[in-house]
């Protein structure tokens, strides 16, 4: 029989101080600074501005606020949910990220028998947290900490070997994460939310709405997204013009699904109306799909309308594909992350494979086999030589053609959704097991269940909140009414 | 006979979808890469970490937050129309942008028979929006979502021309903008609100006040603007010690007003009470007021005054000008933008000119001739080779005496003024064609026109919408205090 | 007889405006520009890419975050109390900027007459606010504007000379102001209120709970000092390894404290929920704690550890000690300063002096010196001459052994700790004076007194107000009863 308290107090200590003195261990043993951050290797040749902190760290400091501020406000969009959006955010994302260190350091930055940290770690760890983040959406407010910090636990690990595998073996080009971050943390919740199932929510939860205060929480948190996400496609590009097109085509195909998401909401509402679900939501898509290709010569005219196919997508999606999918695939997928990242990204993918197939040398010049590193000449091709002379800073790749990228990009595609889906099934299974103080259907999407929740709680939040409360609260209604009427009668 | 239906259903989306397709046909055939963003460009010189993008980009991230956060929470101050207040903003500022680009494009960055976009277009489109946003302003509340596209649409030609014919031909000093930005955009909204002249609203109109939760909303919009300020007014100095200075000024012509702000909120009020309506706009007037002489070497006390200066105008506007200008002048000017802008703006522009009057070589050494550039010798004079020993990055100017670049700023101002007004009126005039879903006089400042708003929309802002909202939604009170009468009767 | 009317309406005007003139005053006689920012020093050896405005401006862009809305938002968290909270705060921070630019510009920016300004002196005025600010957070809600402003008035001299003292007589390592900052705040802070204390604040007070926007808000407060914490304390360290470690360490640490903070908000709760109260404060601890030993070599798995550590002693401080200083020592410290900053502010300098004292040139390399650069050897000593051939940017030292410098670390924590408490029982004596609007007991917490408030400030707070504003305001439901009652009477 299944454990079905949902008290905190033992089991949410227990978990955590475990996976604490699991961290100290092994950041005591494996972790130590990178070479830029270490005092040991500096030496009258090092140039202090030219540390690595400073060409990573401003675009960390965005990614930053994109993470704890923007997902946090976003998901904080439930009328009795906003401390479980924006602090269980808040918690996994800071338990992800140590952990992320740990697991992408050892597939990533592990030499010498130890993980070396830089700044350059933390953005990477940082987009492992995006993927779990995202993850996140599809089983908001039906999930307790405990079981939000075991899905971490075991998804950075897949995400790790996935992200290793890709990028080592298949060596993909992805600069804004489509396939490796919004495909994988969308097939992956899936996965999650697929066995987590609840039928009775099909129904409609009476705590599952918005209030005014918290739709525009929302949207803040989607401005902070919109704001930074330039940053966050092009954080880990090639520094120079590949950085700069990255933000370039992020911030038009941003602004282009925006406007086309004030369309679409009107347009496909019954009565004309805008809905702030897809102000917080769609207007976000562009940003999607502009991933895969980011950095490459697509021109501004194609990150447009990546952008208004991205957001179309995403729009239909919200509105067909996710109540089809709740009621027939038992995929509840709570802020539809399978239309704001899955749809898109596998539109970006197509999109990448596309502007692969299409470039060539008198697009790019010679930066052809910088932006395509894979395409550069292998070693002792006296053709790499020749390249050198002109880009110094080339390095040789694997002499692919176009055809064969794209190949490549398409397994690493069809690869990460097959690994995202096992593992996200596998991880649910896991969150099934008792002791893990899951939600019962009637207290999910509710923050008494783990808050001390003020006094107000019970009030702010819609007409029948605002009677409960007085009834409740102050009984003063019907013991007024009724002593008047006593009094009445006593006098007549 | 005038169309009034409000329904957005056909016309936003048709709107929207024809400004789509010009956007693509023009970003087709005219937008490519600037040089910095361009593959095919870069060779065996380019050094990549000197690549523009790191020059704008910080600048660019801190004006976005400005615009999408900034304004977004600032307008949202109406407690019934929170949503429209950052929502329209987030709508007209990613249309505007995407406009901007292709008419500043045509303007500023077109050769050889393309714009040619990077960061810094990005950055002027930015300033572009600010226009908009503070003519928005004007008629916050009192337009649909179709006139305001309009009104950009109409708007950013207006202001590309004339910012195209001041730089050009007049080519006056402005780092801040106080000319070409605030006094362009007050004076182009006050012409729109002039022919949008809504009488009833002179009366007070029901839904027009602010909420506890919109009057803190709108000071963290306040406080995006106040924190990101210095970035605003210096992103387009020259690089150094001019921009160091556009810096300090900001901060502190900021502080200066915002102190003042409290002092005189506190006077001017009755009771001696601090009006949030003051904390949230006139704190800020000092960034304005500093804008036009923000690079030059005006000193540190005089930045300060300046401050103290614009708030008080802009104090004094809100108090006594404003209530005129609605009642005599037929100037409904929601937001106050004729006191933060205009006559900050004015003040601005008439310490800009003292300070390029009271400039002198004493003062600024050669570098007199950067910061100034008109007033450099023109090409072939021997003093510029003279002084470009001593600055090197000195380029040719047009040799203006002090006085002569004083009144260009004189002609900059006036023609300015003139232009916005007139587009004011011409734009407010095409505002009142049919069709275009302008809300009836008592749908103003109501989101519920043009949202699908929550169900708690009609109980959480101020009394009566919670009695009303008690009484309508859950009827509940008449119906139990007349049973227990009716009960009490039938016991009798 | 004290002078008992709390009307701002003269008395915050006067001491704005005579602020202000004293200001201005010094401002004109004493502030010129620093080297980077004068146009007169500008040559054709000037590359203004160099110009310290680029080093210094992203993290006082951060910073300014953290002060205007980090703080903001964090200290809006009385539900009646948001204005007083996020707005003071606004003033104070504006003030005490002005004027720590005189004061630290005095001690430390000083010469040839003249202060010399440049943004580096608005980063180390951002942190004499930040000393304001959370010495401010002690008597939340129990002061008037005019009290505060006089508290920053005193403060800053206090502190000013306090910073100087330490920074050139003892010459201490704190890059994170664990000592300088957090130290002399709380025990400053802590000296004021005990002075202030309010016995019948012991009782509880009905105005002192939350609301579930208020917390809201003030989480968003938290996370925007958690985002940007690591530039506040790599603000002032050493260009290159040493910056690159402070970030590291402080992120580290902040993300352990978060962690544990959920864990023991549970644990330590009687039905095992999450407090937000310590979402909103001990989530913080572990940037305080990694603050005065952030730029050394201490391993990234003892950051992790001082965070725990930091986290633990805050969160039993706010449990156990808090309350007990309250009832027994007169200490009623409303924000938990000493939890947050002085617990976490003593263990942060124990920390430091533990890596002072094992820090070796086996671990550091000749970086030691620079580091710990009152170690380096004295001028004329010729270990100085090699150590510079090694590190040419060395400065010459004292020659401390480590053991000296531990002592001078101690005796900087004594000597800080006596001065602050001294000068915030001085300026508590000063705040008590008639004339200076202190609000009485039961007008504590509650924005009425200051402000003018929207008209639905009484029904957003919690059940009874809600009821009280139904009945006050729309007067509805007693009259509606009785008059059906009397209709009914009538009939019968």
Redesign the interface.
Same mark, same amino acid.
Request: charged share 15%.
């Given at each position: 029989m299944k454990n079905k308290s949902t008290?905190? #107090?033992?089991r949410?200590?227990a978990l955590?101080?475990a996976?604490?003195v699991m @961290?100290?261990v092994l950041?005591?043993f494996f972790?130590?600074?990178e070479d830029? +951050?270490? +005092?040991?290797?500096?030496?009258?040749q090092?140039k202090?501005?030219e540390?690595?902190?400073y060409?990573n760290?401003?675009f960390f400091?965005?990614i930053?606020?994109m993470i704890?501020?923007g997902f946090? /406000?976003l998901l +904080?969009f439930f #009328?009795r949910y906003?401390?479980g959006g924006?602090?269980f955010n808040?918690?996994i994302a800071?338990?992800t990220? *140590?952990w992320a260190i740990l697991v992408q350091g050892f597939f990533q930055f592990y030499y010498d028998g130890k993980i070396h940290?830089?700044?350059l770690n933390?953005i990477n760890a940082e987009f492992a947290c995006a993927v779990v983040l995202i993850s996140f959406g599809a089983v908001l407010g039906k999930t307790s900490?405990v079981q939000l910090l075991i899905m971490a636990l075991l998804e950075i690990p897949v995400f790790g070997i996935t992200e290793w595998a890709v990028v080592k073996y298949l060596k993909i080009n992805d600069a804004g994460g489509s396939i490796l971050i919004h495909i994988f943390a969308c097939y992956f919740g899936l996965g999650v939310t697929f066995v987590l199932y609840r039928p009775s929510l099909n129904e409609g939860h009476p705590k599952e709405?918005?209030?005014? *205060?918290?739709?525009?929480?929302s949207?803040?948190g989607t401005?902070?997204l919109?704001?930074?996400w330039?940053?966050f496609n092009s954080a880990l590009t090639?520094?120079?013009?590949?950085?700069? #097109?990255a933000?370039?085509h992020t911030?038009?195909g941003?602004?282009?699904s925006?406007?086309?998401a004030?369309?679409?909401s009107?347009?496909l $509402?019954k009565?004309?109306? @805008? $809905?702030?679900a897809d102000?917080q939501n769609v207007?976000l898509a562009g940003g999607v799909t502009v991933g895969a290709s980011v950095d490459m010569?697509i $021109?501004?005219?194609a990150a447009?309308?990546l952008g208004?196919l991205g957001c179309i997508a995403c729009m239909l999606g919200y509105k067909y594909l996710s109540p089809f999918l709740a009621r027939r695939l038992r995929l509840q997928d709570q802020c539809g992350i399978h239309n704001l990242h899955g749809l898109t990204g596998l539109i970006s993918s197509l999109a990448g494979i596309c502007a692969i197939l299409l470039a060539t040398e008198e697009?790019?010049?010679?930066?052809?086999y910088q932006?395509f590193s894979h395409r550069a000449p292998p070693e002792g091709d006296p053709l790499l030589a020749r390249l050198q002379?002109?880009?110094?800073?080339l390095e040789a790749g694997l002499g692919r053609t176009a055809q064969e990228q794209a190949l490549f990009q398409v397994a690493a595609v069809f690869g990460t959704i097959a690994v995202a889906a096992v593992g996200g099934l596998l991880t649910g299974v896991v969150l099934k097991l008792p002791y893990l103080a899951s939600p019962s259907d009637e207290k999910c999407f509710d923050d008494e269940l783990?808050?001390?929740?003020?006094?107000?709680?019970? /009030?702010?939040?819609?007409?029948?909140?605002?009677?409960s /409360?007085?009834l #409740?609260?102050?009984n003063?209604?019907?013991t007024?009414?009724?002593k008047?009427?006593?009094e009445?009668?006593y006098e007549?």
């Open positions: 008290n905190l #107090r033992v949410l200590p955590i101080f996976l604490e @961290i100290v950041y005591a972790v130590t600074y830029d +951050a270490n +005092a040991l290797l500096q030496n009258n090092t202090p501005m540390n690595s902190l060409q760290y401003p400091a965005d930053q606020v704890f501020l946090g /406000c +904080a #009328r906003g401390f924006m602090v808040f918690l800071t338990f990220i *140590q940290l830089g700044v933390l900490p709405g918005t209030s005014y *205060q918290s739709d525009m929480l949207v803040l401005l902070f919109w704001v930074f330039p940053s090639f520094k120079g013009d590949d950085q700069h #097109r933000v370039l911030f038009i941003l602004s282009a925006t406007i086309t004030f369309a679409l009107s347009m $509402s009565n004309g109306k @805008i $809905s702030m102000v207007t010569m $021109s501004p005219v447009y309308v208004i697009t790019y010049g010679p930066s052809l932006t002379e002109l880009i110094p800073d783990f808050f001390n929740v003020p006094q107000d709680y019970n /009030c702010v939040n819609g007409p029948q909140d605002v009677w /409360c007085v #409740r609260d102050t003063k209604t019907d007024d009414c009724s008047k009427n006593t009445h009668e007549e």
